[in-house]
């Protein structure tokens, strides 16, 4: 069975940075499908960066300020996020393996437990 372990999740003040690990372990999956997703309270999940066969994809509403980043030795994938905003906060995702390169949460297999981001004005 895939297990994914994120870390680095947290409480910063706006302007901050952070930077979410995933490392999976077990099972089957694909890293060349590796990405990180985020869902706040009363919202639906959505994806934020992607690397998909070796390319990065990353929303338009965070781009400048996330940064998605992969250790295929390690199978581990990265997200640096600077100049946090408030709206920021919720809990954040990665996955691995998918049927479609999507920010879309549906083609996606494997997903962690999440972590918590908050980010305070």
């Known amino acids: 069975q895939v297990q994914l372990v994120e870390s680095g999740g947290g409480s910063v003040q706006a302007g901050g940075s952070l930077r979410l690990s995933c490392a999976a372990s077990?099972?089957?999956?694909?890293?060349?499908?590796m990405g990180w997703f985020r869902q706040a309270p009363g919202k639906e999940r959505e994806g934020l960066a992607l690397?998909?066969?070796?390319?990065?994809h990353v929303r338009d509403s965070v781009k400048g300020r996330f940064t998605i980043s992969q250790d295929k030795a390690k199978d581990t994938v990265f997200l640096q996020m600077d100049s946090l905003k408030p709206e920021d906060t919720a809990m954040y995702y990665c996955?691995?393996?998918?049927?479609?390169?999507?920010?879309?949460?549906?083609?996606?297999?494997?997903w962690g437990q999440g972590t918590q981001v908050t980010v305070s004005s």
């Open positions: 996955a691995v393996g998918a049927s479609a390169c999507s920010y879309s949460p549906s083609p996606w297999h494997n």
């Open positions: 077990g099972g089957a999956y694909n890293t060349n499908f």
């Open positions: 690397i998909c066969s070796g390319i990065r």
